[in-house]
């Protein structure tokens, strides 16, 4: 069969192949678990027909085996992230790289000035190969942070003794949960697709928030810690206020234009254009920035979020850093660039150009006095936002053209590899949370010594972190600097010294925040190799076997060092490129 | 090691295999060039199997004594490189084909240029093959004697308990070192040239602090690689220079035309010679920065033989060999001469001051490494000699120096390599028989007894038969006995330096007197070194102990024992001095043709001719270097150093007629010359070392203590002030994230308003 035609007609079924597998994955997972040998007599007297209905009874041995959610889940994920990326490898003459579906569900080839709801680019498509991929790492990591016992084994493993009867509870108890974590799982999944696909800010809240609210139980998943609930109580508060005040800016918008459509005739964009915005319109603006600002966990509404991150198990913590926040972004973009960009409206330039700032040398400095490396990874993980805030604040103040579609492709290459090397260190610390620590920059201690197989990862992840060469970090940092650098003074040539500083526009000057930034952060990712490699430890050299975590970092080491200098980061690079011209476009 | 070893050729079967490699590559269609990037790829390869192989099974059997610590591994591939690069030069020999050229083995990088009017040119740094007779003569030098001081080595290296479990280490920088020597022969650029000139001054340092536990050799390592790095600074700095004129380093550019179509003249290239020159001053240990090599011979004797005779120090020789076309470009002449006499000035001052220092060296090994400076300035003054006669017009006798410094090259790496591999057998047994004579748990006299001493030695020709006829034959091509090895080269190299003030560049007349002295002086302190070892009565009891034991020595020895006898003599023959220049050249074949007809006229003919142009002013410079160097210098020797061996000593026949000669002119006591200033300043090498250090304390040591202080104080003053700002900083930060939800939603309120007031006030 040709795997093209999958994608070719412009039709429901082909375009949103991702999605509707997810919703499949979702449906089984509903259903798959629970299927056993339940029967039911036909009410017919003094007879005893039972026709089985499977839902229920007693459970078969595949379906009630506890492994098998998160199999699915996995095989969910997999399934989504190989035909989002067939769909934009095969040629656009067999394929279909671009359609849109409007609000009645009329699927389109896309005409600028239809007012449709879900969009289908290589932006979206890119975005949601990020989302899925993070989850499904996190996904097979999981498999070992939240272990299934078969039912077979766990029968074996009564004995009188309390301690051991307490842990066979726990994995009782673990069994249990493992169907409720792979559904939240595909159910950020779904949410975050959808945000990758809207282009109407409804549809765009309606999966923030089907995300959001899947990731704040997914935080507090470990309930028996103390740290957990309150973290994912905390995140949940934060949160769902940012979102209610996000909620309130989008009804603002409405009432202002009448229609949430961003592109289109009768849309934000054409409104904003033709007549600029009104006061309701920029109170608007401003409190859906708030509510992306927490989600990409921007000063000041950053607070909950190293506290989640340090709540949460190492893998959604991944999660949290990477896919949570590139939804975030892609929010945030769609709206800044969509809704005002388009003739030139660059009013919130400055904002977030202070808040680029601000975000970064707070996430950095923060970062330097962390004793917990969780916190320590979440506050990179701020000052990460702050770069990317940094490219968004350059695109504001330079327009569309090629300099910002330059800039977005940095963006979005960086979310995309900060998908390996982020989830990568949190699986490490994840690793060391299955003996019970990790929450210690001193437990790190003498792991090369102990695990060099962990280290050497570990020690990749901090040097992509840092943006050392030539990894890919790096690469992201060097194309989102020279881009906002060489689009700021490429018309300055010529000009003696003194001119060419004082025509230069303010946000050359965001590419130097980076630079020093970038040094700040070299301290603390560095001191974690550092005590790796050169500090003694006492604790025995045999870590914890946990095959799947270990599996998942080898993933993240691998994707952190092709995609750095390996051909794969050619081919990220051009995907980016295109994905940064759709969102333009 | 036990007293008498099993034979150990079965060990050899995987070795000898390996010269069934090139055969294979011919049966499989390719040609010998195609292989060639091979040379420098099988020891490449082998260097991490060795290191990671030995590091893991160190210690087991199969390990120890199968593969002896993976010296059978490393030997294997040098046989490979060796087999491959014969193949090479028959291939040569038969095409008569200037190789030059061979494209790119592989692109490494590729960037683009920014020229003067503002348009892009990509350039490639690619690695390519360069073969012509140059790089195969050293190739080949540096091909063999790797192979025969690998086989050397496994004896000599093995057989030491201080060695135990660290030979593959040993063994792996060999073989990386080969590679480094391979690879710069080959290398078709300057740059490949100057990468792989860097590897081996990596590995040089290795091997010369391979037994890092002695702070000796430690030193001895640190200073060889600093010197080094002097020399090499400045041959960096050529480089620049010469990129800088032609936009590339690669030979076909430079060497295709050397004025760049008419854009380059000679005055431009004057300072990147002179620097690159440098660069092969340090690289080849000459004035002044000789100082490390006497130091590196505190590396083990077979790391003595391959850096100091068979590649290292011929790097610096080769790379001004490779420069040789640009003197005799045409359009430079006469631009180019004064670079060409400091060349030969060099050399001169070199020759004779090592050979100076030799008089009085007590360590067999340091005999021989001042032995090596000086043969080297030899082969410097020949080729400035070539380069000013090429550079001022004189083609005919230009070619004739070149081949005959580069003839002098492939003698005295052959003779050099074999006297430092019988000067190990000697130390070798000279160590074991101490043992032996004094128990080997003896560890306190240890250290009182120098197995290096020659002052220990004496009357060892009976106890060492092969190594005594090797250490005669290797001593008789240095100091150039005729018909023997370096013989013709040097008569040559003396010729063409006088010549030189023929021609009209009386500036050579100091180091043409220079090289003329240094012949007898050569001859001099050569012979003393053999009558102190071989001759006379054993001067310690140590001696009655010594015998040779394993074949892994003796069989190198042998074979290099015949090369020098008769490659001297054939080679000469066959008119290497000429072929080496100009390989098409057909003078090689009459002395075949000649030979049948009438045999003896031929030979006497070449005798006369190979090395002496027809000029009688030469020819009695040449006498007079062949009477002192074959006469009067081994004659002192005799008188000072030569004796009978002790009754009942019978010396092997090829050696007996020496020891009698030595014992039969008499005998002068030198005592109160040896006590003399002269000696005392010869002893601390002319004080150049103590001169050195003295600059360095006053100049380089007050200024690194400034900058430490600078350092310290203000840099990481401020450094430090930095971080402790931050960590203020983060603490303070950190403190606003209390932990309350409620003050979260409190600062996301404030936040809030912030954002919009700002979002408002913009507009």
Not at chain 1, 69 to 81: D, G, H, K, Q, R
Not at chain 1, 116 to 136: H, K
């Amino acid at each position: 069969m040709n795997l093209g035609t999958l994608f070719s007609g412009p039709d429901m079924a082909s375009i949103l192949m991702p999605e509707w597998i997810l919703i499949l994955g979702i449906t089984a997972m509903i259903i798959v678990p629970n299927l056993g040998n339940a029967t039911f007599r036909l009410p017919i007297p003094n007879t005893s027909i039972r026709i089985p209905y499977l839902l229920g009874g007693k459970r078969f041995s595949f379906t009630g085996d506890p492994r098998l959610p998160s199999a699915i889940a996995a095989f969910t994920l997999f399934a989504s992230f190989i035909t989002a990326l067939l769909s934009q490898m095969i040629d656009s003459g067999v394929g279909v790289a671009e359609a849109c579906i409007s609000m009645t569900g009329a699927v389109n080839e896309c005409a600028i000035s239809d007012n449709y709801i879900l969009r289908v680019d290589p932006f979206s498509r890119m975005m949601e190969m990020i989302f899925t991929a993070a989850l499904l790492i996190a996904v097979i990591a999981n498999m070992d942070r939240l272990p299934a016992t078969s039912h077979k084994r766990l029968q074996l493993e009564v004995q009188e003794d309390p301690v051991a009867e307490n842990r066979r509870l726990a994995k009782l108890l673990n069994n249990r949960r493992q169907v409720d974590f792979s559904l939240l799982v595909l159910m950020v999944a779904l949410g975050m697709s959808t945000v990758a696909l809207s282009t109407n800010l409804f549809s765009l809240f309606v999966g923030l928030e089907l995300a959001s609210m899947a990731s704040y139980v997914l935080v507090s998943f470990h309930k028996e810690t103390k740290i957990g609930p309150e973290a994912g109580v905390k995140y949940f508060i934060v949160g769902s206020v940012a979102g209610a005040v996000g909620l309130y800016g989008i009804s603002m918008l409405y009432i202002w234009n009448g229609d949430l459509s961003i592109y289109g005739t009768g849309g934000l964009a054409e409104k904003w254009a033709s007549e600029g915005p009104n006061g309701m319109a920029i109170i608007g603006l401003a409190m859906m920035l708030v509510a992306f600002g927490f989600k990409v966990s921007a000063v000041p509404f950053h607070f909950a979020a190293p506290d989640a991150y340090a709540g949460a198990s190492g893998p959604v913590a991944g999660v949290l850093s990477t896919a949570s926040k590139a939804m975030g972004f892609v929010a945030l973009m769609r709206v800044l660039f969509g809704v005002t960009l388009g003739d030139g409206g660059n009013e919130w330039t400055i904002l977030i150009g202070a808040v680029a700032a601000i975000t970064m040398t707070w996430g950095n400095i923060a970062a330097l006095g962390s004793k917990n490396p969780k916190r320590m990874l979440a506050y990179s993980s701020i000052a990460h936002a702050g770069y990317i805030l940094a490219g968004i604040a350059a695109i504001g103040a330079l327009g569309p053209g090629a300099g910002s579609e330059l800039i977005a492709t940095a963006i979005i290459f960086h979310l995309a590899v900060l998908v390996t090397f982020k989830i990568g260190a949190f699986l490490v610390v994840s690793l060391l949370e299955c003996e019970g620590r990790g929450h210690e920059i001193s437990h790190f201690h003498g792991l090369a010594r102990r695990d060099p197989m962990i280290a050497i990862p570990m020690m990749i992840f901090m040097l992509a972190l840092a943006g050392v060469p030539p990894l890919s970090g790096f690469l992201s940092k060097l194309m989102m600097v020279s881009g906002i650098i060489s689009s700021t003074v490429g018309d300055v040539s010529g000009a003696t010294l003194s001119d060419a500083f004082g025509s230069l526009s303010w946000v050359f000057w965001l590419a130097i925040l980076i630079f020093i930034n970038s040094a700040i952060s070299i301290f603390y990712y560095l001191r974690i190799c550092v005590v790796m490699f050169f500090e003694e430890t006492d604790r025995s050299p045999r870590m914890s076997r946990a095959p799947m975590i270990r599996i998942a970092i080898m993933l993240c080491t691998m994707g952190a060092v092709v995609l750095g200098f390996g051909v794969l980061a050619d081919v990220l690079a051009i995907a980016a490129s295109d994905a940064a011209a759709a969102l333009f476009s | 090691m036990g007293e008498h070893s099993k034979p150990e050729w079965n060990l050899l079967v995987p070795v000898l295999a390996m010269v069934s490699f090139p055969f294979i590559r011919h049966l499989l269609g390719y040609n010998p060039i195609d292989s060639a990037f091979l040379i420098v790829a099988v020891p490449l390869a082998i260097f991490p199997v060795i290191l990671i192989i030995g590091q893991q099974y160190k210690g087991e059997d199969w390990w120890k004594h199968q593969l002896k610590e993976g010296g059978i591994v490393a030997l294997a591939g040098l046989a490979i490189t060796l087999s491959l690069t014969i193949w090479l030069i028959i291939e040569f020999l038969v095409h008569h084909a200037h190789f030059g050229d061979q494209g790119a083995v592989f692109d490494w990088i590729t960037f683009d240029n920014i020229a003067s009017d503002n348009t892009l040119t990509e350039s490639v740094l690619s690695f390519g093959i360069w073969v012509d007779s140059i790089s195969l003569t050293v190739l080949f030098v540096a091909a063999f004697l790797c192979f025969l001081i690998c086989w050397f080595a496994i004896g000599y290296m093995t057989t030491d308990p201080i060695n135990e479990d660290r030979n593959h280490r040993f063994f792996a920088e060999f073989v990386l070192f080969s590679m480094g020597m391979f690879g710069m022969v080959l290398a078709d650029s300057f740059l490949w040239l100057f990468i792989f000139w860097e590897i081996m001054g990596l590995c040089s340092y290795l091997l010369i602090g391979f037994y890092w536990e002695k702070p000796s050799a430690a030193a001895a390592a640190k200073k060889a690689f600093l010197t080094t790095r002097v020399g090499d600074v400045f041959l960096m700095v050529g480089l620049f220079m010469l990129y800088d004129l032609y936009h590339s380093l690669d030979f076909a550019v430079i060497f295709g035309d050397p004025t760049l179509g008419g854009t380059i003249h000679g005055e431009d290239l004057q300072w990147p010679i002179i620097m690159m020159f440098i660069g092969c001053v340090g690289k080849s240990a000459q004035f002044p920065l000789h100082v490390w090599l006497p130091d590196a011979m505190e590396g083990p004797t077979p790391v003595s033989a391959l850096i100091h005779a068979a590649t290292m120090v011929n790097a610096g020789l080769y790379l001004v060999a490779r420069m040789f076309p640009i003197f005799s470009e045409a359009s430079f002449e006469g631009a180019l001469s004064d670079v060409a006499m400091l060349i030969a000035w060099i050399g001169g001052i070199t020759a004779f001051m090592a050979a100076l220092i030799a008089f009085v060296a007590n360590d067999i090994k340091r005999v021989l490494a001042y032995s090596t400076m000086s043969q080297l300035a030899y082969i410097f003054t020949g080729l400035g000699a070539a380069c000013w006669l090429a550079n001022e017009g004189y083609q005919k006798y230009a070619l004739f120096a070149f081949g005959a410094a580069m003839f002098h090259l492939f003698n005295h790496a052959m003779a050099k390599a074999m006297l430092f591999m019988s000067s190990g057998s000697v130390i070798h047994e000279m160590h074991h028989a101490h043992d032996h004579a004094h128990g080997d748990g003896d560890e306190g006299d240890h250290h009182h007894f120098d197995p290096q001493d020659m002052r220990n030695m004496g009357g060892l020709a009976s106890k060492m038969p092969v190594t005594s006829t090797a250490m005669m034959l290797g001593s008789m091509s240095i100091i150039g006995i005729p018909l023997i090895g370096g013989f013709w080269s040097k008569e040559g190299i003396v010729g063409q330096a006088w010549n030189v003030y023929l021609k009209g560049g009386e500036m050579i007349l100091f180091p043409a007197i220079l090289v003329l002295a240094t012949a007898g002086m050569t001859g001099f302190y050569m012979s003393r070194m053999w009558f102190m070892t071989f001759a006379g009565k054993p001067k310690s009891d140590v001696v009655e102990y010594v015998h040779e034991e394993t074949q892994w020595i003796k069989t190198p020895l042998v074979t290099l024992s015949i090369v020098t006898a008769f490659s001297g003599f054939l080679l000469a023959c066959g008119h290497f001095v000429y072929w080496l220049s100009d390989p098409a050249s057909e003078k090689g074949s009459h002395f075949m043709t000649d030979f049948f007809k009438h045999p003896f006229e031929a030979i006497l003919y070449e005798l006369e001719h190979a090395f002496l142009p027809e000029d009688n002013t030469l020819k009695i410079v040449g006498w007079t270097a062949i009477l002192l160097s074959a006469g009067l210098g081994p004659f002192i020797a005799a008188r000072m150093h030569g004796g009978h061996l002790s009754e009942g000593e019978r010396a092997v026949p090829l050696t007996s007629w020496l020891i009698r000669y030595s014992g039969s002119v008499g005998h002068t006591d030198v005592g109160e010359l040896a006590e003399g200033g002269l000696a005392t300043a010869l002893h601390n090498r002319l004080y150049i070392d103590d001169a050195y250090e003295w600059i360095i304390s006053k100049t380089l040591i007050p200024l690194s203590a400034i900058s430490a202080w600078i350092d310290k104080n203000l840099v990481d003053g401020v450094i430090k002030r930095i971080e402790c700002g931050s960590q203020w900083a983060s603490t303070q930060i950190r403190q606003l994230t209390t932990g309350k939800a409620s003050d979260y939603l409190l600062m996301a309120a404030l936040g809030t308003l912030v954002v919009i007031a700002i979002l408002w006030g913009v507009i």
